[in-house]
């Protein structure tokens, strides 16, 4: 269901905000709707596009808030919309996708993903290499953490930000590809942007939960590459705390200077 979160500003939240299961909004213009991120398979994004076509208007750009399958999955469903991205979420888009990978760490989708893998995703048409102001009412603010090329939409009329996977609220935050102590720092500006906060993952919030999600960050970089040394904090109730061993370890990685993916990650998606 398209939740009313504003005036014309609407957001898609998938109950459980586990792997694969992620959020997603619309925000109306005067020329019609901006579609930010798009699911991930059918299931997800064909119920998305009917509600978003049962509003009546042009849907005229989706922004991609980073190249996670489970973000850009749906591109297909807006035909004839611009695509708005960073360079590197638009390079990511180029490569071939890593189904078998994909079936490894979300096997609930094994099924659709060869579904997905038939369907493709559009490509970027539109680079974002600063902020920008979109529309009358959006203006997308690149901010690296979760991965090197992740945006934020800003709707500041209405004092709400899109913040993709920047935020994961009761769901413990993955950062494969990002870099924790960097991550933990942007959150600083992300609670200034906005008093109401649509993660890409779990329910919608504010500070409070963004400043959980950093201090989860902090104890993960002060873990110091043991995952046995996070201190207790409000995670402790958050799901998918098996991700602890794959931010630990990319934050003692890259805490030496070393960018790879983290061990416990190329386990999980069968390369290990
Ligand atoms: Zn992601």
Redesign the pocket.
């Given at each position: 269901m398209l939740d009313a979160v504003a005036d014309g500003v609407y957001a898609w939240i998938q109950p459980g905000g586990e792997s694969g299961v992620?959020n997603a909004g619309v925000v109306v213009d005067d020329d019609g709707l901006t579609v930010i991120d798009t699911l991930m398979v059918r299931s997800q994004w064909e119920p998305f596009a009917a509600a978003v076509a049962a509003l009546e208007l042009p849907v005229r750009r989706t922004i991609l808030t980073?190249a996670?399958i489970?973000?850009v999955g749906g591109t297909k469903a807006f035909p004839n919309a611009a695509i708005y991205a960073t360079p590197i979420t638009s390079d990511a888009l180029d490569l071939p996708m890593p189904i078998d990978g994909y079936k490894q760490f979300m096997p609930a989708f094994d099924e659709e993903f060869d579904d997905l893998a038939e369907l493709g995703t559009r490509a970027v048409t539109h680079l974002v290499e600063g902020a920008a102001q979109l529309t009358a009412r959006i203006e997308v603010l690149p901010a690296p953490g979760?991965?090197p090329g992740d945006l934020v939409v800003l709707v500041a009329d209405v004092d709400v930000c899109f913040a993709?996977?920047l935020c994961f609220f009761g769901v413990t935050p993955?950062a494969f590809q990002g870099d924790p102590a960097m991550w933990a720092d942007v959150l600083d500006a992300v609670v200034e942007l906005a008093d109401t906060i649509v993660p890409?993952h779990g329910p919608i919030g504010g500070e409070a939960e963004v400043r959980d999600l950093q201090g989860y960050l902090r104890a993960c970089v002060a873990a110091n590459g043991d995952v046995q040394a996070i201190a207790p904090g409000p995670w402790d109730t958050w799901i998918d705390r098996d991700r602890d061993a794959i931010n630990v370890e990319r934050a003692a990685l890259l805490a030496r200077g070393d960018d790879a993916l983290p061990p416990s990650m190329l386990k999980a998606i069968g390369q290990a």
């Open positions: 992620s980073h996670h489970d973000h979760h991965t993709g996977d993955l890409g």
